[in-house]
T-cell receptor
Framework: SQQGEEDPQALSIQEGENATMNCSYK?????LQWYRQNSGRGLVHLIL?????REKHSGRLRVTLDTSKKSSSLLITASRAADTASYFC?????????????FGTGTRLQVTL | KAGVTQTPRYLIKTRGQQVTLSCSPI?????VSWYQQTPGQGLQFLFE???????NKGNFPGRFSGRQFSNSRSEMNVSTLELGDSALYLC??????????????FGEGSRLTVL
């Protein structure tokens, strides 16, 4: 089962605009990660934010985490056509025996010229 | 440094057959995780291996099994294939510290089609 639910399911914007994706999850987490997947290929890690952090930046990416609301957002600024991909949040949570990374449902981002 | 390598990339099987997929992690990574990705169910966790031991398991039937070798390479096997097993199977490796997988490095996947 998915730990995270992402919103929106699909997003279409023009190049240069900002894209915001949201992720909600259900249980306590160690950290939350965002990944990108180009069509039919493997996932690529973008950024990791720990449960005691509230905001993190990496290049054009900004991630926020609100553990009280069990939610996170990914902001991509000044989008480019090359940002077209599916974006997934993944929550790292303790299962009792080890930590496990569970992925959300994903947001499909389309950036048009 | 070479990335995660999965073989085969594409394969077609018929119902009732079995399949073995292979994954070579990044050198030095001891944790290997497997995921099944389908349009309807998204990314579903299958299992994770660390130092040849299964450390975590998802909610899949016993037809899905895996193992890890002493060199950290991993295989997963699906027996008695069903049409619903058609999917992209992704392997990911990580450095792992303190029992947490941390950042995962994914292979390109093995796309299985069951006819």
């Amino acid at each position: 089962s998915q730990q995270g639910e992402e919103d929106p399911q699909a997003l279409s914007i023009q190049e240069g605009e900002n894209a915001t994706m949201n992720c909600s999850y259900k249980t306590s987490i160690n950290n939350l990660q965002w990944y990108r997947q180009n069509s039919g290929r493997g996932l690529v890690h973008l950024i990791l934010i720990r449960s005691n952090e509230r905001e993190k930046h990496s290049g054009r990416l900004r991630v926020t985490l609100d553990t009280s609301k069990k939610s996170s957002s990914l902001l991509i600024t000044a989008s480019r056509a090359a940002d077209t991909a599916s974006y997934f949040c993944a929550t790292d949570a303790w299962t009792g025996t080890a930590s496990k990374l569970t992925f959300g449902t994903g947001t499909r981002l389309q950036v048009t010229l | 440094k070479a990335g995660v390598t999965q073989t085969p990339r594409y394969l077609i099987k018929t119902r009732g057959q079995q399949v073995t997929l292979s994954c070579s992690p990044i050198s030095g990574h001891r944790s290997v995780s497997w995921y099944q990705q389908t349009p309807g169910q998204g990314l579903q966790f299958l299992f994770e291996y660390f130092s040849e031991t299964q450390r975590n398991k998802g909610n899949f039937p016993g037809r899905f099994s895996g193992r890890q070798f002493s060199n950290s390479r991993s295989e997963m096997n699906v027996s008695t294939l069903e049409l619903g097993d058609s999917a992209l199977y992704l392997c990911a490796s990580s450095w792992d510290s303190n029992g947490a997988p941390g950042e995962l490095f994914f292979g390109e996947g093995s796309r299985l089609t069951v006819l």
